[in-house]
């Protein structure tokens, strides 16, 4: 017999976990189906920035208690271009800040509650696949256990993440997809270390870009821009260190502790939308249907942003029996979707260091310049990055 559910959630990412915690605050039964262990989710370690609206959405789902105790608060940010730091004061020109507060950690609040709840969810599905999603009655089916399962279900949401099985599920003459890979990808290292500064530093440097990041007081991460064709076991700790210290400025280096990794990854850098976002009864949500490169700390926050509308249409379709909400939800997500991808993708173009740099290094270097001497400009950075509104 199969299982049945008001929304079938496939992906226990950020994603689809601040998804079914909304529904099930507002009486809307869902069941989440994962393919990996909750160990092997909590151990990807990603995004460090909060904006204002994604920590409002976690305090709304009940899951903010950790983070408003153990998140920084950050009223700017540093940019760091040929060894001189300039200061985007987001408070001074938006009025806002972000919060610092990782990913992991949101996923672990957001799981523990889940759990707390009694909340279904089953973690190690395999061949997870979404059907009839045009018709009335989807379902998906799965194997767990060694079993096959069947959850039938009124809607179902895809929040698998990039390399997720819905947005393949859709017949390819229905969907678009825009895409932008960029010639290089970030080296990341994660210690337990305190950061060389209370904030951010974004630097922009002839050997590549660089990224100083934190996720506590006595936590940093890293980012070195590198090569797309690099192999991550030809950089030890010590190298990595290395090659940071000569992409800082003076203070940070003096400022700089190293300690062993705890962790060390090379991400691609990418710009992808996929449209539309719905597909009959079927949702794509976060990652699954887009993604950008991590320059503009924005990925997370854009989940955020699709649950958000996404819950609002759910809410609207269960109480007040009106579609309209569903109706919109792609155009209403593509819309902040596309600006954030524009703003992610200008920030790494402005940023780092390109093929043909003899040009482009001028174009960033003026654009640099125009944004550390113009309001104007410094607060077009500021708004976007402190998270447009939703
Ligand atoms: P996720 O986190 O990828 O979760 C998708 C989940 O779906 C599961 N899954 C399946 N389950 C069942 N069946 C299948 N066939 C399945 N296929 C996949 C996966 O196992 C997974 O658990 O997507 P979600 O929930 O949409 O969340 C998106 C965010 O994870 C992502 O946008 C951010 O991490 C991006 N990002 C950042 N975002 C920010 O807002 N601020 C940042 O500072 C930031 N820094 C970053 C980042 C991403 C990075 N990397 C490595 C991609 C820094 C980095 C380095
Ligand atoms: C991070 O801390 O992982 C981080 C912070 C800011 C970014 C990207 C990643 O823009």
Request: glycine fraction near 8%; hydrophobic fraction near 40%; charge should be negative.
């Amino acid at each position: 017999m199969p299982m049945r559910t008001q929304v079938a959630i496939i992906g226990a990412g950020p994603s689809g976990l601040l998804l079914g915690q909304l529904l099930h605050k507002h009486g809307i039964d869902n069941i989440i189906l994962e393919r990996h262990t909750p160990e092997y989710v909590l151990e990807r370690i990603r995004a460090g920035v909060i904006e204002q609206g994604a920590v409002d959405l976690l305090t709304e789902a009940g899951v903010g208690e950790r983070m408003h105790a153990e998140g920084l608060v950050h009223d700017g940010t540093q940019i760091c271009v040929d060894g001189v730091r300039h200061r985007i004061d987001f408070k001074a020109l938006t009025g806002k800040s972000v919060t610092v507060y990782g990913q992991t950690e949101i996923t672990r609040d957001l799981m523990d509650a889940r759990r707390a709840l009694g909340i279904p969810s089953i973690y190690e599905a395999y061949d997870v696949a979404p059907h009839d999603f045009s018709g009335q009655h989807p379902r998906v089916t799965y194997r767990h256990d060694g079993k096959e399962g069947a959850i039938d279900c009124d809607f179902i949401a895809g929040c698998d993440g990039f390399h997720g099985v819905c947005r393949k599920s859709v017949p390819p003459g229905s969907i678009k997809n825009y895409e932008r890979v960029y010639p290089f990808g970030w080296l990341g290292l994660l210690s337990d270390t305190p950061p060389v500064s209370e904030e951010l530093i974004y630097i922009r440097h002839q050997l590549g870009f660089a990224l100083c990041s934190m996720r506590s007081t006595t936590r940093s991460r890293y980012y070195l821009q590198c090569s797309l064709a690099e192999d991550i076991d030809a950089w030890p700790d010590e190298r990595f260190w290395e090659e940071l210290k000569l992409r800082l400025d003076d203070e940070a280096r003096a400022a700089l502790v190293t300690g062993p990794s705890l962790e060390k990854s090379i991400a691609p850098l990418r710009s992808f939308v996929a449209e539309p976002l719905r597909f009959g009864r079927l949702f794509l949500a976060g990652d699954a249907g887009h993604i950008v490169p991590p320059t503009g700390a924005k990925g997370l926050n854009l989940a955020a942003s699709d649950v958000y509308y996404l819950w609002q249409a759910l809410i609207e379709f269960y109480k007040q029996k009106s579609s309209a909400g569903l109706d919109h939800y792609s155009a209403r997500a593509l819309a902040r979707i596309w600006k954030a991808e524009r703003f992610s993708w200008w920030m790494t173009t402005l940023l780092h260091t390109f093929p043909d740099q003899a040009f482009e290094g001028k174009m960033q270097a003026a654009e640099l310049d125009y944004i550390f001497n113009s309001r104007s400009a410094a607060t077009a950075l500021a708004e976007n990055y402190v998270g447009l509104p939703f």
